[in-house]
Antibody, heavy 121, light 106 residues
Framework: EVQLWESGGALVQPGESLRLSCAASGLTFSNYPMNWVRQVPGKGLEWVST???????YYTDSVKGRLTISRDDSKSTLYLQMNSLSAEDTAIYYC???????????????WGQGTMVTVSS | IQLTQSPSSLSASVGDRVTITCRAS??????LAWYQQKPGKAPKLLIY???TLRSGVPSRFSGSGSGTDFTLTISSLQPEDFATYFC?????????FGGGTKVQIK
């Protein structure tokens, strides 16, 4: 069974940094693009970032220059380094595995349970 | 690419046929996915490539459309289907989600 497990969420003050991790099991991790999606509780989903199998990265505009996605295929782990955090970053952060991909991918087929990041003074 | 879902919420009864629409601000071919999310849980993929039912998803769910206009249909609403549904475009970065449709019990 494919599973994703996020960790690292916490309460931090504005301007501080945090690193989220997402450990994967039950799959050949290196074969799949991976993603971060966030959600303010009770609100909609916001795509944050994607990393391809070759390490190519993509970000939503509001996090460019502050959040960095990375992966360690030897550890089957996805990361999100979060710097210069602000209240607008407060959300549940989900990691998600991309489905089958050719030139495009078929959705996000496996999701973790989410980890809460709260930015507040 | 903006995705506009409608309605934002609806009330329906068990057994009803439910239709949710998702309109893209530009042509996304068939690169659209639909998700179901229940309170306190992560989203679950229901349909990808606009109309392909994910393995294990009940056949009462179906998707249609291409280009800019898409539909998710639940043919006969079941108690476990009361949830929020989101569309997502995978045509180009930045990837985007629709605002969601909350399906409530009438």
């Amino acid at each position: 069974e494919v599973q994703l497990w996020e960790s690292g969420g916490a309460l931090v003050q504005p301007g501080e940094s945090l690193r989220l991790s997402c450990a994967a099991s039950g799959l050949t991790f290196s074969n799949y693009p991976m993603n971060w999606v966030r959600q303010v509780p009770g609100k909609g989903l916001e795509w944050v970032s994607t990393i391809g199998t070759r390490g190519d990265t993509y970000y939503t505009d509001s996090v460019k220059g502050r959040l960095t996605i990375s992966r360690d295929d030897s550890k089957s782990t996805l990361y999100l380094q979060m710097n210069s955090l602000s209240a607008e970053d407060t959300a549940i952060y989900y990691c998600a595995k991309s489905g089958y991909c050719t030139t495009k991918c078929d959705g996000f087929d496996i999701w973790g349970q989410g980890t809460m990041v709260t930015v507040s003074s | 690419i903006q995705l506009t879902q409608s309605p934002s919420s609806l009330s329906a009864s068990v057994g009803d046929r439910v239709t949710i629409t998702c309109r893209a601000s530009q042509d996304i071919s068939s690169h659209l996915a639909w998700y179901q999310q229940k309170p306190g849980k992560a989203p679950k993929l229901l349909i990808y490539a606009a109309s392909t039912l994910r393995s294990g998803v009940p056949s009462r769910f179906s998707g249609s459309g291409s280009g800019t206009d898409f539909t998710l249909t639940i043919s006969s609403l079941q108690p476990e289907d009361f949830a929020t549904y989101f569309c997502q475009q995978l045509q180009s970065f930045p990837l985007t989600f629709g605002g969601g449709t909350k399906v409530q019990i009438k």
